[in-house]
Each structure stands twice: as structure tokens, then as C-alpha cells.
């Protein structure tokens, strides 16, 4: 199981997106992102969200 808390991304929630892949986990923490935290995903860029996946997929974990 991966997992990847908003905290670790600079959240300030408890949500924990977790899946089997990493594509799971991304998946479920953009819309965390999109239905929690959409005055930081408003005016991103395609580039800037390039940037944050990447971010992303760097702080996934492997329980």
C-alpha cells in the first residue's frame, strides 16, 4: 500500500491518500486538492501542476 498525506505536501488536514500505485495515490490526492484546497489549484498552471505531481511522487510512502 502507498500512501501520502496532505501534511506532507503543506496541508492542514488529516487526509491520507492511499492506493497500490503511485497513479492511485496522485489520483485521489488531486482531488483532495481540487474539493478541499482550491484557492492553491485555481491559477495553476499545466506546468505548475507538472511540478506538484512530481512533488508528489517524491513524499509517497510505502506501508
Known amino acids: 500500500m502507498k500512501t501520502l498525506a496532505c ?3 503543506g496541508g ?3 487526509f491520507v491518500a492511499k492506493g497500490m500505485t503511485e497513479d492511485e495515490v496522485l489520483n485521489k490526492m488531486m482531488e483532495h486538492h481540487r474539493e478541499m484546497h482550491p484557492e492553491k489549484m485555481s491559477d495553476m498552471s499545466d506546468d505548475d501542476m507538472m511540478k506538484m ?3 508528489m511522487r517524491g513524499k509517497i510512502m510505502e506501508e
Open 7 to 9: 501534511r506532507d505536501m
Open 12 to 14: 492542514n488536514d488529516d
Open 53 to 55: 505531481k512530481g512533488m
